[in-house]
């Protein structure tokens, strides 16, 4: 299937462009993910389409940007993952939250927490093949959203009592000691590993008054790798390409990391097509949409990349054999 994580991971970096007066929205593009601010954090993407813009925003602004941008509002620009870990009573209590929740929030990553002498340990791995500028740089986006979450908490520097991350290929870890001192370590293996003392992770995290500890509940149901396949992983991916022009299996194929041919042969193993994909999601999407009070067919047309009412009107026929507003006070009685 496409790896895929929520838009929330990006939301920190897009917040700081914003306030610094950056071209953000040049660079979502650059990555075909302009679609992602009208559909906001817990919208699930690319986790290719989210590292390369994350990648690519380093190497303008320096390899320490993770830690430069993350503050206190990062958390809480995470969206779901963000709301479960703020919600949560204590640091330790957050993290093992955070870690609960990560199938729903991302594939092809997974978060290990455990008590180890003295406090808590976290290893995170990754079923992603990725260069060391890439890795090094998710690493660092994790380990400073921890860190932005562990100083909510009133952790004083360097917060972590170990940190062992990749390296950079050319600058290595000197350019995390600013924040982290001697404590962050290159990695021998390639995977992250932290180790929050017993101190930090008792310590208490605030809570508002209509927002107590534990209010927010962990989700149930599928996670976000669903069954597996590709087709359930491109529907995601299309669904959102949607929103910013129309999908084509180019654009698929660029989201995914894999060839046109490989996507054509994989779909056609699971009984299906690039084209029937995108019409069962378009029919799925118009007749949910159609039900909803106030929503106009034209709308729908526009927001599922048809360019003419015409073809859209055709299209519910050909799927209901009726036109779109009979369908639409069927499905409103």
């Given at each position: 299937m496409i790896p895929l994580i929520r838009a929330g991971v990006i939301f920190p970096m897009i917040s700081w462009m914003q306030d610094n007066g950056r071209p953000f929205e040049d660079r979502l593009r650059d990555v075909d993910l302009g679609y992602v601010l009208e559909n906001g954090p817990d919208l699930p993407i690319p986790f290719g389409s989210a590292l390369a813009f994350l990648s690519a925003l380093s190497r303008v602004e320096g390899p320490d940007l993770p830690f430069r941008v993350m503050g206190q509002c990062s958390v809480q620009d995470l969206g779901?993952?963000?709301?479960?870990?703020?919600?949560?009573?204590?640091?330790?209590?957050?993290?093992?939250?955070?870690?609960?929740?990560?199938?729903?929030?991302?594939?092809?990553?997974?978060?290990?927490?455990?008590?180890?002498?003295?406090?808590?340990?976290?290893?995170?791995g990754s079923g992603l093949r990725l260069d060391d500028e890439t890795r090094h740089c998710m690493h660092q986006c994790f380990a400073a959203l921890i860190y932005s979450l562990c100083t909510i908490g009133g952790a004083?520097?360097?917060?972590?009592?170990?940190?062992?991350?990749?390296?950079?290929?050319?600058?290595?870890?000197?350019?995390?000691?600013?924040?982290?001192?001697?404590?962050?370590?290159?990695?021998?293996?390639?995977?992250l590993e932290l180790f929050v003392s017993a101190r930090v992770a008792n310590m208490s995290l605030p809570h508002n008054e209509t927002e107590g500890a534990g209010s927010i509940l962990l989700p149930t149901g599928p996670t976000l790798i669903g069954d597996g396949t590709l087709t359930h992983s491109a529907r995601i991916v299309i669904a959102g390409m949607l929103t910013s022009g129309v999908p084509t299996i180019e654009r698929l194929s660029a989201a995914s990391g894999m060839g046109i041919r490989t996507i054509q042969r994989r779909l056609h193993a699971e009984g299906r097509t690039f084209s029937d994909l995108l019409e069962s999601l378009r029919r799925d999407l118009a007749l949910a949409s159609l039900a909803e009070d106030g929503v106009l067919a034209a709308e729908v047309a526009i927001r599922l990349g048809y360019t003419q009412p015409s073809s859209f009107t055709r299209a519910v026929r050909r799927w209901t054999g009726a036109p779109p507003k009979e369908v639409s006070r069927r499905a409103r009685k």
């Open positions: 779901m993952i963000g709301k479960v870990a703020l919600a949560s009573r204590t640091i330790g209590e957050a993290l093992s939250r955070a870690a609960a929740v990560l199938p729903y929030n991302a594939t092809h990553t997974a978060i290990s927490v455990f008590p180890a002498a003295g406090g808590l340990l976290l290893r995170r004083p520097p360097p917060v972590f009592d170990r940190l062992a991350l990749t390296p950079h290929p050319i600058y290595g870890i000197s350019h995390l000691r600013a924040w982290l001192g001697e404590t962050v370590k290159a990695s021998t293996d390639k995977s």
